[in-house]
């Protein structure tokens, strides 16, 4: 096949995949995206990364400790509200929800991973998220894998296409530990 004839096919293959996302009425997320950490409404930008599997938030003073003979982590979340401008800088505790070893150039780090609800769309989702300091990072929430698997598409080339709209009546998907993905 000729490069034209070759790009003429994967132009209508394209088209057509989107025809087919929109006829199923799925919603499309762009790579980058405003969200919203419930229950505080905290509006962040959050890349949506489908080379994570697990979501990660940008979290300072991490400490382990137990409670009532469960394992809780303790941390302070440091966000910049994208609407207001004001920083959100509250100590949180929640339970522990397992342990996630990441491999780096730096070599072994354990992550703790609890559970949060993010607000994407007009759904709040309980999701899994590792709390590290990510300071240095552009983003402070990344979605990985498991999360952007309950959302809907991922569009690569748009940022910005669902604006967070939770209220009181909003949609809560809650964390199912069944699911494969997470």
């Not at 962040?44 to 489908?50: F, G, I, N, R, T």
């Not at 994208?82 to 920083?87: A, F, H, K, L």
């Not at 072994?108 to 990510?134: A, H, K």
């Not at 809650?174 to 993905?181: F, M, R, S, T, V």
Request: a negative charge.
């Amino acid at each position: 096949m000729r490069f034209v004839e070759k790009m003429l096919a994967g132009g209508l293959l394209a088209s057509a995949l989107t025809a087919s996302a929109v006829a199923s009425d799925e919603q499309v997320f762009g790579w980058v995206e405003n969200a919203t950490i419930e229950p505080w409404g905290i509006m962040v930008k959050a890349k949506l990364d489908s080379g994570a599997l697990t979501s990660s938030l940008d979290a300072r003073d991490i400490e382990m400790f137990e409670k009532d003979g469960e394992d809780w982590v303790r941390f302070r979340l440091k966000l910049e509200d994208q609407d207001s401008g004001e920083e959100f800088s509250d100590r949180l505790e929640r339970p522990l929800y397992r342990e996630q070893s990441v491999r780096g150039a730096g070599g072994r780090d354990e992550r703790p991973v609890v559970l949060m609800n993010v607000c994407m769309g007009d759904t709040i989702y309980e999701e899994q998220f590792s709390l590290r300091d990510r300071e240095e990072m552009l983003y402070p929430l990344l979605l990985g894998r498991r999360t952007i698997s309950h959302l809907g598409l991922l569009d690569v080339r748009s940022t910005f296409q669902q604006e967070p709209v939770c209220g009181e009546d909003a949609t809560v998907v809650k964390h199912d530990p069944e699911d494969e993905q997470s």
